[in-house]
Antibody, heavy 121, light 111 residues
Framework: QVTLRESGPALVRPTQTLTLTCTFSGFSLSTSGMCVSWIRQPPGKALEWLAR???????YYSTSLKTRLTISRDTSKNQVVLTVTNMDPLDTATYYC?????????????WGQGALVTVSS | QSVLTQPPSVSGAPGQRVTISCTGS?????????VHWYQQLPGTAPRLLIYGDTNRPSGVPDRFSGSKSGTSASLAIAGLQSEDEADYYC???????????FGGGTKLTVL
């Protein structure tokens, strides 16, 4: 079955870089049409899409955050990595990775449990 | 402020029917991009509820239904149950932003 799991630091200092890893199973990111996105949710607030990486290694970023985001993949390890530079307390959120098939207009059919990241000095 | 607009809250008594709206524009819902809906129970990840405007994944009760017209979409929940109390989000794609977009979320309270 398809599973995704986020991992990374629970606490980050302001100005530091956050690195999150999504480890997945039950599908291959090398398979045509497969995509993995990162989505975040500040406490008590709405979901916000951040970035997506596709089966062909194409990458897409949120317009408002693209200068701070980098998404990459390791297909041999079934992992997708997101880095966020210059972290700020406003970046405190639960970060989710989720699977899509065939691009950004499609639904997220499987989600990880989420990783809460707090930005504080 | 989210690209897709949802009411912050809705409520209904057990057994009643409620609807949640999701209003977009000509660069997203109006451009005929699919609308998808998610249910998020407290402390859990979102769960896909409706995809492609009107379709239910396996395991989702037929009490949940979706519709779309023009630049808006709606989620209807019939026969409200206490376990339906959750946050609900719509999702689509915006061609101007070239990105996936979410609504601001709607909190459903079962009275």
């Amino acid at each position: 079955q398809v599973t995704l799991r986020e991992s990374g630091p629970a606490l980050v200092r302001p100005t530091q870089t956050l690195t999150l890893t999504c480890t997945f199973s039950g599908f291959s990111l090398s398979t045509s049409g497969m995509c993995v996105s990162w989505i975040r949710q500040p406490p008590g607030k709405a979901l916000e899409w951040l970035a997506r990486i596709d089966w062909d290694d194409d990458k897409y970023y949120s317009t408002s955050l693209k200068t701070r985001l980098t998404i990459s993949r390791d297909t041999s390890k079934n992992q997708v990595v997101l880095t966020v530079t210059n972290m700020d307390p406003l970046d405190t959120a639960t970060y989710y990775c989720a699977r899509q098939m065939m691009g950004g207009s499609k639904p997220f059919d499987f989600w990880g449990q989420g990783a809460l990241v707090t930005v504080s000095s | 402020q989210s690209v897709l607009t949802q009411p912050p809250s809705v409520s209904g008594a057990p057994g009643q029917r409620v609807t949640i709206s999701c209003t977009g524009s000509f660069s997203n819902i109006g451009a005929r991009y699919d609308v998808h809906w998610y249910q998020q129970l407290p402390g859990t990840a979102p769960r896909l509820l409706i995809y492609g405007d009107t379709n239910r994944p396996s395991g989702v009760p037929d009490r949940f239904s979706g519709s779309k017209s023009g630049t808006s979409a709606s989620l209807a929940i019939a026969g409200l149950q206490s376990e339906d109390e959750a946050d609900y989000y719509c999702q689509s794609y915006d061609s101007s932003l070239r990105s996936t977009v979410f609504g601001g979320g709607t909190k459903l309270t079962v009275l």
